[in-house]
T-cell receptor
Framework: EAGVAQSPRYKIIEKRQSVAFWCNPI?????LYWYQQILGQGPKLLIQ????????DSQLPKDRFSAERLKGVDSTLKIQPAKLEDSAVYLC???????????????FGPGTRLTVL | AQSVSQHNHHVILSEAASLELGCNYS??????LFWYVQYPGQHLQLLLK??????LVKGIKGFEAEFIKSKFSFNLRKPSVQWSDTAEYFC??????????FGTGTRLKVLA
């Protein structure tokens, strides 16, 4: 079974530039999560999708971050414009269909390491 | 607001030593508890989870964790660590809101 795919793996940009990350979850996984992991901290949930609808985006800085999950499959996370404090690893995870978000095991992708200069 | 505390940020052990990593959470309702592990150069992956039933949960690679509701704790244990257990360990909690809250992680280094 193929895992969660993310691209790019690394990205370096200057502040005020824009950047986008892509995630393709495991086939059939209904729930998709985007996390931000700053160095020395645990993953922080940014947004959770159930199919193509948003379940939770309470911690997403909506003035600069946006995310979409078209057709309930892959997803993109965008930052526009980026700030220095956005430097982090952005993780995507998915949970199988048929399990609630509180019970399902999350399968994580390799992450995208973003450096903002 | 819910939170998860992992008090040990860095742990160094010799092979065959016993391990216990602390995890405490703040939430008064029903919770589901997880330990995830990230080996060097690899993805985060599930080590074990607790939903209900027996509070002593066994996971992969000889790890176990005990849910103590009265102490709001879900400590991870292993009787005898190996060099290959060197990794970062994250405790996580979810409740009825579907939101996962992760702790800050514990970096474990096992000396051969």
């Amino acid at each position: 079974e193929a895992g969660v795919a993310q691209s790019p793996r690394y990205k370096i940009i200057e502040k005020r530039q824009s950047v986008a990350f892509w995630c393709n979850p495991i086939s059939g996984h209904a729930t998709l999560y985007w996390y931000q992991q700053i160095l020395g901290q645990g993953p922080k949930l940014l947004i959770q999708f159930q199919n193509n609808g948003v379940v939770d985006d309470s911690q997403l800085p909506k003035d600069r971050f946006s995310a979409e999950r078209l057709k309930g499959v892959d997803s993109t996370l965008k930052i526009q414009p980026a700030k220095l404090e956005d430097s982090a690893v952005y993780l995507c995870a998915s949970t199988p269909a048929g399990t609630s978000g509180t019970l399902g095991t999350q399968y994580f992708g390799p992450g995208t390491r973003l450096t903002v200069l | 607001a819910q939170s998860v505390s992992q008090h040990n940020h860095h742990v160094i052990l010799s092979e065959a030593a016993s391990l216990e990593l602390g995890c405490n959470y703040s939430y008064g309702g029903t919770v589901n508890l997880f330990w995830y592990v990230q080996y060097p150069g690899q993805h985060l992956q599930l080590l074990l989870k607790y939903f209900s039933g027996d509070p002593l949960v066994k996971g992969i690679k000889g790890f176990e964790a005990e849910f103590i509701k009265s102490k709001f704790s879900f400590n991870l244990r292993k009787p005898s660590v190996q060099w290959s257990d060197t990794a970062e360990y994250f405790c996580a909690v979810t409740s009825g809101t579907y939101k996962y809250i992760f702790g800050t992680g514990t970096r474990l280094k096992v000396l051969a």
